[in-house]
Structures are given as structure tokens and as C-alpha cells.
């Protein structure tokens, strides 16, 4: 197994956690990282000050402090606070009781360590990617995390610098003439991050990848161990720097668009398993703006993909700035209106293109096929957190706004956005709410479905939704589509990450499963937290040893 080497230091020193021994006795692989003691951060020493030579030896977790509730401010929240440790893995002690049905690994991937040397990352989506397991086997749950060793975040802690472009921070500069050749890199991709902090997915060859919205941001993983793999290559020609961060991946095929930059629009591309081959189903031409839409996300039905082409676009001039804009890579562009497409996965047709109601989007939800008393198609449907065309929520998830929460109602309203698309021709396609936002208290994202309802007429979404007031979403929400209403799970002071849905085996009932979330405690605790996929109620929560920083999306790996 790869060892990772840092510059080694007398004032390296661990200390073991104090805990009973029924929660913690199979610590194992507890490896400091270096913090200041400043707000997001907790104190310990610098990251180049450890070497780790055996990543198989047991060794202990350093200490951390957790005062009680009162003496900690939001400021220092867990959720907004580097991860600890490079790495640790141990069994957790469960209240409750797992299902003995439970049996596989679910992985979340999100930025959980946000500095490097002195210097503090500015925005949530700038952290070096954390992965964090849930192994499930026979009523037991074993945990762990670990960084991702990307090219970016290796460099940062050798150099104890930035040294690639993350979402919203750039390299300094040491003098003009490394400016200038920062410009070059930036053009040819070299200067670009690899920090694939934003998903995790497994592939229908069992392949496990991390990806972000740079190409070159994908990274296979052993999602046992957590290890580092190395980079997934793309073997076509198709070029291009950037990707949708959320592929459709089913265990048949894997689809993704390549947004344009140049001629702006998108390619509609399909890789089958067992190959790094991405092979064109068809293009969108944009129809309006300087430049694509943001695509962090799309959906697909049993016969179409939905290209959405957004107001907010891509922005070449802000790649460029050295200092972040309020939309960062992206330029709100109002006038250039908003579109979806729907392109046929046979033939790569475009089979409607229609001009939609203004929108914000990062999540698509899902996406069907609507159809008239002879069974033909006549619209499709597709939903999303939508943010309700406010591109301000980019700039609220800076770590400043996050960690500066004063009980003032501040996060911007969302919905569960219900586009419908008409197929006879109709140049206009509607925009609206699929149930009343105040269901789920006016917050809406992070979202997971039955995937066996994946590009079908469907029930049940769980998401993470609001109890206002708040800076952030912070409940655990079970939308249901049909009767139009919400259950809601909430914790004073937590921070849940996305709920997501594993399926009982056999079950014919579109709920039947259980809800994963990992919540993360004002307190600087935090846990794993299991709800009934049908009554929402909880069933189980195991503790961590200490609470791990928030993260973005996971992806469930079952037992083979």
C-alpha cells in the first residue's frame, strides 16, 4: 500500500481520545492534520509535520476538546471547520438497531479541509475532498475517512501553498512573468484543479470515481480502504476541460454533457461499462448568451436526456480575475432567457427546444415521461431544486456567511421546481412550484431518490430543507409528490448532509428502505443517522469520534 511522506518534526505528538470502550475500541489509522487556531480550524500542527509510513498500523486519534453547547459559537461549527485528520477508520457503537438487510458501503465525498499553511480557502467549495465510508455488514458499522490525493492537494501540502485553481482561489503569483504563464495554464487545463471534491459515483463495472467540474478531476478510489487509485482517463478525443459534475450513472451506462465554451452549447455523451471510452449521442446548441449555462447537474427519462441551459453561464472573463466576482466562474445573463432542451438517446434528435420561466439550479431531482390515454409521449417532466432565479445563494456558501450565522433568516428561498415540457412544438415550456415550500420550510437541495425509479414516473424525493431561521439548510426532508406534502427531520444546531435512499432488497413499495445522512453538531460532535425510508422516523445513529465537516454527495456500494 502507498505510504504518504511528509517533512518529519519532533513536534508531531498524538494523543489518544478519551472514550468508552465499547465505541471506540477498533480505532485504528488516526493521522493529525495541521491547523491554526483560528475560526474553521482546530489546533493542532502543521500538516507537513507528519509522516505516515504504515497506513495499515494502528495508531491513536489525537485529542480534540468539545466544550458544551454554550461555549461554542457558530463561528466554530464542526460543519465549517477542516476535518481533523488525514485519515482514521474505527467501529462506531449503534443506538438503535441496523437492519441485518443493510449490507454495503455508502461513501460521501464533499470539501472538508479549507487551508493550506496560513492561508484560509475563502468559499465551501474550495476544500480539499474529504471521502467518508458507512460500512454495513451483519448489524455493524464500521467508519472512516480519508483525503482524496489529488495532484492539488498533494502539491498544497508538499509546497504548503495553493498551487492550482480551485472555485474560487487562484495561485499568487510570485512575479509578472509566472502571471503570465499562469494565463497559459489556465488555457491548456494544466493550471486547473483535480480536487474532485464534489461526488462520488460507482459505475456499472464496480469502478468507484470521485469527480468534480474539471475533467481532469476524476479519481478512482477502493472504497474499503478509501485509497487513492490514481486518475480515471478518458480514452476518446473529445477535448473539452470541464463536465457536468452529477453524470447519470446506471448500472448499463454512464451519460454526461461536455458544455462548449467556444461554439457555446453541449455535448450529449454515453460511456459503457468496463470502458473510458465517451462516445457522442448528439448536440445542443445554445440559444442564448455569450456562453453555456451552468450544468452541475442534469436529468435523463427512459428515452430522453434533458439539457438545461441556463441564465447563469459560464463566464470567461471571471477565470480570468484573480479575485473572486459574487458569481465566481459564472455571469448572470437575464436577457439571454432560459431554455430546455430534450434530446432523444436512440438517435441524438432534438425533439423540443423550448423557452422556460428564468431559473437557479444546481440539483436535478429526477425526470419522466408524461403520456395521453393511447400511450403517447406528450411532455416530459423534470424536477429540481430551484432556487427561484436567485444566483445569490453562490456567494452565501462563502465560509465567512456560513460561519457567521447571527439567527438572522438568511438563506434564500428554494423549491422543488417542476418544469414541464410540452413535445407537440410548443415554443414555451412551464416553470412551477410541485408542492407548497413552506412543506419544507422555504430550503430545498441536496436531493436522493428511489434509483429504481430512476427517469420514471415517481412518488417520493428526501432532500435537505429549512427551519428558518437559518443561513443554511438544516433538516432532513421526505417530499411526496402526490399528496403534495413534507416530513421533516430536525435537530437544533445540526447540519445534516444530503439523506440518502438505499432500497430494501425485494421491496415493491417506493419508500421501502432506509434514509443515510451524516449530521454534523454545533457541539463539534457528530453521527450517522439512519430513517425509515416510509415513516421518516429514526431507527439508528452511531457517534463519530469527533464531528466531521459537512459534505456534498454520496453513492451506495453493495456488498458483492
Not at 265 to 283: C, D, H
Not at 284 to 304: I, L, N, Q
Amino acid at each position: 500500500m502507498a505510504s504518504i511522506n511528509f517533512l518529519a518534526s519532533p513536534n508531531c505528538v498524538s494523543h489518544s481520545i478519551k472514550a468508552s470502550s465499547k465505541s471506540f475500541d477498533h480505532l485504528t489509522d488516526g493521522f493529525p492534520l495541521g491547523n491554526r487556531n483560528l475560526p474553521g480550524r482546530t489546533s493542532r500542527g502543521d500538516p507537513r509535520e507528519l509522516s505516515i509510513t504504515n497506513v495499515a498500523s494502528q495508531a491513536p486519534v489525537v485529542s480534540r476538546s468539545s466544550p458544551g453547547k454554550e461555549a461554542v459559537s457558530d463561528r466554530d461549527h464542526v460543519a465549517w471547520t477542516s476535518v481533523q485528520q488525514h485519515r482514521w477508520e474505527g467501529e462506531l457503537a449503534v443506538e438503535g438497531e441496523l437492519p441485518l438487510w443493510l449490507s454495503g458501503i455508502y461513501l460521501r465525498n464533499g470539501p472538508g479541509l479549507w487551508h493550506v499553511g496560513d492561508y484560509d480557502f475563502r468559499h465551501l467549495f474550495d476544500g480539499y475532498a474529504t471521502l467518508v465510508k458507512l460500512q454495513f455488514e451483519n448489524g455493524r458499522l464500521i467508519a472512516g475517512h480519508r483525503q482524496i490525493e489529488s495532484e492539488a492537494y498533494k502539491a498544497a501540502m508538499k509546497n504548503n501553498k495553493l498551487c492550482y485553481r480551485e472555485f474560487s482561489e487562484v495561485p499568487k503569483a510570485d512575479n509578472f512573468l509566472s502571471y503570465v504563464g499562469g494565463l497559459a495554464s489556465l488555457f491548456s487545463g494544466a493550471s486547473l484543479t483535480d480536487n474532485a471534491n464534489t461526488g462520488v459515483i460507482r459505475l456499472g463495472d464496480g469502478r468507484v470515481v470521485c469527480l468534480t467540474e474539471t475533467q481532469k478531476g476524476s479519481i478512482m478510489i477502493d472504497p474499503t480502504t478509501l485509497e487513492t487509485l490514481g486518475k480515471f482517463e478518458y480514452t476518446d478525443s473529445l477535448g473539452g476541460l470541464i463536465h457536468s459534475a452529477h453524470p447519470i450513472v446506471t448500472d448499463t451506462e454512464f451519460l454526461t454533457l461536455l458544455p462548449d465554451l467556444i461554439n457555446p452549447g453541449y455535448l450529449v455523451v454515453r460511456m459503457e461499462p468496463g470502458s473510458n471510452e465517451r462516445k457522442v449521442i448528439g448536440r445542443v446548441d445554445c440559444r442564448g448568451g455569450p456562453a453555456p449555462g451552468w450544468v452541475h447537474s442534469f436529468p435523463m427519462t427512459e428515452h430522453y436526456v434533458v439539457v438545461p441551459e441556463m441564465p447563469l453561464r459560464y463566464c470567461a472573463q471571471n477565470l480570468l480575475r484573480a479575485e473572486p466576482t459574487p458569481l465566481y466562474k459564472f455571469e448572470w445573463h437575464p436577457e439571454s432567457k432560459g431554455y430546455m432542451h430534450i434530446m432523444c438517446k436512440a438517435s441524438g434528435k432534438i425533439v423540443a427546444s423550448v423557452e422556460v420561466p428564468l431559473y437557479v439550479t444546481f440539483h436535478f431531482i429526477n425526470a419522466y415521461e408524461e403520456t395521453d390515454e393511447d400511450g403517447r409521449v406528450v411532455a416530459v417532466i423534470a424536477d429540481c431544486c430551484e432556487h427561484n432565479a436567485d444566483a445569490t445563494i453562490l456567494d452565501k456558501l462563502r465560509l465567512q456567511n456560513l460561519r457567521s450565522f447571527a439567527r438572522q433568516d438568511v438563506l434564500p428561498d428554494a423549491r422543488v421546481g417542476r418544469f414541464i415540457i410540452p413535445l407537440d412544438g410548443s415554443p414555451y415550456g412551464k416553470l412551477e412550484a410541485a408542492l407548497d415550500p413552506d412543506e419544507h420550510g422555504r430550503g430545498m437541495d441536496m436531493c436522493s431518490i428511489n434509483p429504481a425509479f430512476l427517469g420514471k414516473k415517481y412518488r417520493f424525493a428526501y432532500a435537505c430543507g429549512a427551519q428558518r431561521p437559518c443561513n443554511f439548510p438544516n433538516t432532513l426532508t421526505k417530499i411526496d409528490l402526490v399528496e403534495k406534502r413534507a416530513k421533516n427531520w430536525h435537530e437544533d444546531g445540526a447540519v445534516p448532509s444530503e439523506p440518502f435512499f438505499v432500497a430494501r432488497p425485494g421491496a415493491t413499495e417506493e419508500d421501502d428502505g432506509v434514509v443515510i445522512s451524516m449530521i454534523s453538531e454545533k457541539n463539534g460532535d457528530g453521527y450517522a443517522l439512519l430513517l425509515d425510508g416510509s415513516t421518516f422516523e429514526e431507527i439508528a445513529r452511531a457517534k463519530f469520534p469527533y464531528g466531521l465537516p459537512y459534505g456534498l454527495h454520496g453513492c451506495w456500494v453493495p456488498k458483492k
